[in-house]
Nanobody, 129 residues
Framework: QVRLTESAGGSVQAGGSLKLSCTVV?????????MAWFRQVPGKKREGVAI???????HSADAVKGRFTVSRDNAKSTHHLQMNSLKPEDTAMYYC??????????????????????WGQGTQVTVFS
């Protein structure tokens, strides 16, 4: 029905960059979904990282603002997270998520796991000093 496949993460030195990608296969067009990235550290709740609506309007969490950029390519049904200036505290399992399909309710006020009903498998990102 709906499948999200994430690219591999990796291990990177602090200050470096990584790009994560998520490919979506669904019965409805990819453009209809609110998309987001979340991350989770063992013992912590899942944390919203960035969110982007069907028109490409994006919002990022304060912890990554200015360093991470979320984007989507509706023609290719892909969703990306470009991570720059990585810090050790960015180390986490990163998850691609899709919500809806819906047109609205996809701004920073909805960057919560309860608003997303489809999830990628998760990929580990480790940042070392």
């Amino acid at each position: 029905q709906v499948r999200l496949t994430e690219s591999a993460g990796g291990s990177v030195q602090a200050g470096g960059s990584l790009k994560l990608s998520c490919t979506v296969v669904s019965v409805q067009t990819f453009r209809n979904y609110c998309m987001a990235w979340f991350r989770q550290v063992p013992g912590k709740k899942r944390e919203g990282v960035a969110i982007i609506d069907v028109d490409g309007r994006a919002h990022s969490a304060d912890a990554v603002k200015g360093r991470f950029t979320v984007s989507r390519d509706n023609a290719k049904s892909t969703h990306h997270l470009q991570m720059n200036s990585l810090k050790p505290e960015d180390t986490a399992m990163y998850y691609c998520a899709a919500g809806g399909p819906r047109r609205g309710r996809c701004n920073d006020g909805y960057l919560d796991e309860n608003y997303f009903n489809y999830w990628g498998q998760g990929t580990q990102v480790t940042v070392f000093s």
